[in-house]
T-cell receptor, first 113, second 116 residues
Framework: GNSVTQMEGPVTLSEEAFLTINCTYTATGYPSLFWYVQYPGEGLQLLLKATKADDKGSNKGFEATYRKETTSFHLEKGSVQVSDSAVYFCALTDNNAGNMLTFGGGTRLMVKP | AAGVIQSPRHLIKEKRETATLKCYPIPRHDTVYWYQQGPGQDPQFLISFYEKMQSDKGSIPDRFSAQQFSDYHSELNMSSLELGDSALYFC???????????????FGPGTRLTVT
């Protein structure tokens, strides 16, 4: 079956620090990869996506590159802000298994001023 | 832009009661997904519908049922509620069903169900 593994949190950083949240996956088919963000008390918002190998998704200073050879989709941001504090979920969809999202366990990011 | 609407936002029920959660997808979206997120956990897929037909089924208990109506809104019916059903229930919508491939899913704000 499909699965997503991401680094456990919480990740605590100071403002303007560099962020990396690791994500690896297993899939039976050729997945599309996503990062979703969940702010406290809110729903899930799509942050970025990549649909084929070597694609780079980017949004709001965040980026992630679809690495088929290492089955990874690590999330990075060069300079985090306090407002980036949230839970980040790596996820995939696989057309071989319907189009539902399979999520990783989530990583809580806390950014201190 | 219009987003996914879920109602109610909060619901408190007692054990063995029933609950109905509603989801109104983004206009022109034909596919609806339901997910359950337990406290501190990642969302788990329950069930999806495309063009009013069940598309895929995940870890949905037999006590739960769902359907999609002609206006594409969906309802999740939950019976014989258990304490373990307390969770955040998300609805998401997209365009094109299981063949949509890369079409992203847009999530509603969720319904927080508390079973006491």
């Amino acid at each position: 079956g499909n699965s997503v593994t991401q680094m456990e949190g919480p990740v605590t950083l100071s403002e303007e620090a560099f962020l990396t949240i690791n994500c690896t996956y297993t899939a039976t088919g050729y997945p599309s990869l996503f990062w979703y963000v969940q702010y406290p008390g809110e729903g899930l918002q799509l942050l970025l996506k990549a649909t084929k190998a070597d694609d780079k998704g980017s949004n709001k200073g965040f980026e992630a590159t679809y690495r088929k050879e290492t089955t990874s989709f690590h999330l990075e941001k060069g300079s985090v802000q306090v407002s980036d504090s949230a839970v980040y979920f790596c996820a995939l969809t696989d057309n071989n298994a319907g189009n539902m999202l399979t999520f990783g366990g989530g990583t809580r990011l806390m950014v201190k001023p | 832009a219009a987003g996914v609407i879920q109602s109610p936002r909060h619901l408190i029920k007692e054990k063995r009661e029933t609950a109905t959660l509603k989801c109104y997808p983004i206009p022109r979206h034909d596919t609806v997904y339901w997910y359950q997120q337990g406290p501190g956990q990642d969302p788990q897929f329950l069930i999806s519908f495309y063009e009013k037909m069940q598309s895929d089924k995940g870890s949905i208990p037999d006590r739960f049922s769902a359907q999609q109506f002609s206006d594409y809104h969906s309802e999740l019916n939950m019976s014989s509620l258990e304490l373990g059903d307390s969770a955040l229930y998300f609805c998401a919508s997209s365009l094109g069903g299981r063949l949509a491939g890369t079409h992203e899913q847009y999530f509603g704000p969720g319904t927080r169900l508390t079973v006491t």
